[in-house]
């Protein structure tokens, strides 16, 4: 296994929980904000079954209430932290379509790495969206999640 990819699925499942934590003890969640991390979700969700050459469980931007994300999240990051502890060939290629109808041929390792970059992009996203609606976003740095949980 990648210690590195390995770190940074965990990084990405912290991160991820700890904003949809921080959105579910909001009042109210603003539309774009909850559009994003439904986004997040389905698109991990995704990409695992692609890596898993499973059927595709949610659209792209299908929605769901933030206690359904959580339980999407914890299923796909459970499904793919089982995947890096086996002896998976991250240069394997997977083949696939994209919801454009795109067909495309990746290796896993770079599949995984897009997943959770495009998770930090759009976390990014959320934290300016939540600050121009009034609310305060909550850090999910990469080097907070070192301190508080990588070295324990």
């Not at 994003?36 to 991990?44: G, T, V």
């Not at 595709?56 to 793919?80: A, D, F, P, Y």
Request: aromatic share 8%; proline share 1%; with cysteine.
């Amino acid at each position: 296994m990648d210690a590195t990819l390995k770190r940074l699925h965990d990084y990405n499942h912290w991160a991820t929980k700890t904003l949809l934590s921080h959105l579910e003890n909001q009042l109210t969640v603003p539309e774009y904000t909850l559009k994003l991390m439904q986004h997040i979700i389905n698109a991990e969700s995704i990409w695992t079954s692609r890596i898993c050459t499973e059927a595709q469980k949610v659209g792209v931007w299908e929605e769901h209430s933030l206690q359904r994300c959580m339980e999407i999240h914890n299923e796909s990051t459970e499904t793919l932290g089982k995947r890096l502890n086996s002896a998976l060939d991250l240069e394997k290629e997977i083949s696939y379509v994209n919801s454009l109808g795109e067909a495309y041929t990746d290796n896993i390792h770079d599949v995984l790495i897009h997943v959770f970059n495009h998770a930090t992009y759009h976390r990014a996203q959320i934290a300016k969206d939540l600050r121009i609606n009034g609310l305060e976003p909550i850090n999910t740095d990469y080097i907070l999640f070192i301190r508080q949980c990588a070295k324990k």
